[in-house]
């Protein structure tokens, strides 16, 4: 048969991401892989190990999960989207069903593991990386989001919004700038269901506007650089939801379709 040129390639061994025990307290940076406390074995009885991952600066965290196995019920694995056991919890993971990644708010993570003293398995292998934060998505899914522009939703899609929700997010732009904020869509269920924007990064800020119902609200600027939204749902009627497109600019004209929700 007829015989062709072949192949060759070139290959070095590159250092990996640092590895850590989730007994190790901290570890910070861009990526690592953190670990049961035994690589290449299972893990230790009687266990209560805890450990913060903090990533650089306006970042948020992914955490994917390479291998996953404990003692169902027992051997429990805590993860909090913040830097200690009072944050949020993101996963409560037990058994050998492989978890989906888990993607904090910020830039910290909080990890515990817990075992008992009896049946010891395989335990888990997690790959984390710090990403930057985005400028646009859904305040549902994330709570922070930087830039110089992007484009806020409800998180909906195509769909009607979800009942009993309650999501917020600050968007920060560049200081020395204010934020501008329009509507190409907006329709939630009158006076139940509604949106709020202050003119900070809490909601203890001033409030901007009070938004509810179906006609499509004015222009809306901040006076500083950050804009703190809220997205409040009752359990009944449920709407089409928002979508809220942000720009940071130096000047703010003040003239023209600039209407009563305007910080003008």
């Given at each position: 048969?007829?015989?062709?040129?072949?192949?060759?390639?070139?290959?070095?061994?590159?250092?990996?991401?640092?590895?850590?025990?989730?007994?190790?307290?901290?570890?910070?940076?861009?990526?690592?892989?953190?670990?049961?406390?035994?690589?290449?074995?299972?893990?230790?009885?009687?266990?209560?190990?805890?450990?913060?991952?903090?990533?650089?600066?306006?970042?948020?965290?992914?955490?994917?999960?390479?291998?996953?196995?404990?003692?169902?019920?027992?051997?429990?694995?805590?993860?909090?989207?913040?830097?200690?056991?009072?944050?949020?919890?993101?996963?409560?993971?037990?058994?050998?069903?492989?978890?989906?990644?888990?993607?904090?708010?910020?830039?910290?993570?909080?990890?515990?593991?817990?075992?008992?003293?009896?049946?010891?398995?395989?335990?888990?292998?997690?790959?984390?990386?710090?990403?930057?934060?985005?400028?646009?998505?859904?305040?549902?899914?994330?709570n922070r989001f930087v830039g110089t522009s992007g484009e806020l939703t409800d998180g909906s899609?195509?769909?009607?919004?979800?009942?009993?929700?309650?999501?917020?997010?600050?968007?920060?732009?560049?200081?020395?700038?204010?934020?501008?904020?329009?509507?190409?869509?907006?329709?939630?269920?009158?006076?139940?269901?509604?949106?709020?924007?202050?003119?900070?990064?809490?909601?203890?800020?001033?409030?901007?506007?009070?938004?509810?119902?179906?006609?499509?609200?004015?222009?809306?600027?901040?006076?500083?650089?950050?804009?703190?939204?809220?997205?409040?749902?009752?359990?009944?009627?449920?709407?089409?939801?928002?979508?809220?497109?942000?720009?940071?600019?130096?000047?703010?004209?003040?003239?023209?379709?600039?209407?009563?929700?305007?910080?003008?």
């Amino acid at each position: 048969s007829t015989q062709r040129a072949g192949f060759s390639f070139d290959w070095r061994a590159v250092a990996g991401p640092p590895s850590a025990s989730v007994c190790d307290r901290s570890v910070g940076g861009t990526a690592g892989v953190v670990h049961d406390g035994d690589p290449n074995g299972p893990y230790a009885p009687r266990l209560d190990c805890r450990l913060r991952i903090t990533g650089p600066r306006n970042t948020i965290l992914r955490l994917t999960f390479t291998e996953f196995c404990t003692e169902r019920y027992y051997d429990k694995l805590y993860i909090k989207d913040g830097p200690n056991w009072r944050s949020r919890r993101l996963l409560l993971a037990h058994g050998c069903s492989l978890p989906s990644p888990v993607v904090t708010t910020g830039n910290e993570a909080y990890l515990r593991f817990r075992t008992d003293r009896s049946r010891q398995l395989d335990g888990f292998t997690i790959n984390w990386v710090a990403e930057a934060l985005p400028s646009s998505g859904s305040i549902c899914s994330h709570n922070r989001f930087v830039g110089t522009s992007g484009e806020l939703t409800d998180g909906s899609g195509n769909a009607n919004y979800g009942n009993r929700l309650n999501c917020w997010a600050v968007v920060a732009a560049p200081a020395g700038k204010v934020i501008r904020v329009v509507f190409p869509a907006f329709c939630t269920e009158r006076l139940c269901d509604w949106l709020d924007l202050h003119d900070g990064t809490s909601s203890r800020a001033r409030r901007l506007a009070h938004l509810s119902g179906c006609q499509l609200p004015g222009g809306v600027v901040t006076t500083g650089s950050n804009l703190y939204v809220r997205f409040r749902t009752d359990r009944s009627v449920r709407a089409a939801g928002f979508t809220l497109r942000w720009n940071a600019v130096d000047v703010v004209d003040c003239e023209g379709s600039w209407g009563a929700y305007s910080a003008c």
